[in-house]
């Protein structure tokens, strides 16, 4: 049987999304199927870059959404921001040294069958709708799923 | 040494030269040798690692002009 491995992805910087997703990428390489639980800040992460996000229904989760726009553009890093010129600069960096951007891992990623599994919870909290969420998503799920994969699982990490 | 199939990683970081490999390796046939080039010195511990994890065989790695030509078999 193939081995399993999940990583649920709570934080929605940078920084951390790379870690993920390069782990990710490297497991699924490796023959593992791979799942990515998304959950409250990580759910920026899979966010639609453009666009209003719909699934803000009341004004405290429209303030929210406004405050916490998210997308795979928008992250910062977890240190040294620095209003946006720390993560420039190390973006600059990364390109010289040829590190994938996060974008390009999250295309391998999904090109490795890499399962994206928002969770639902959070969703609802922070007023994202299926359709705020970028393409390729596979399902939206509670934790009793990501318990059940996780239960199955070798590897199962928290960023 | 003898290869069938050649992929060029050079310039290429981690973990790109291992996920190329892996999808590289699916059109290979049982038996055929993969030839890597890659200039990330992490590929040394990375292949043999890929390889036993994923029941192929690795062959070996030689170091040619800063690069690295790393050889696996396709179980």
Redesign the interface.
Known sequence: MTEKATIVLFSGELDKAMAAFIIATGMAAQGMDVTIFFTFWGLNVIKKDKGKIVGAKNWMQKMFSKLNRGGVSRLPLSKFNMGGMGKSMLQKIMKKEKVSSLPALMEMAQDLDVKFWPCKMSMDVMGIAKEDLIDGVEKVVGVAAYAAEAANAKVNLFI | MDFDVELDTL??????P??K???KMKELESGQVLKVISDDEGIQEDMPA?AS??GNEFLGIEEVDGAYHVYVKKA
């Open positions: 310039g290429l970081q981690c973990p790109v291992i996920v490999t892996a999808k890929w994890s994923t």
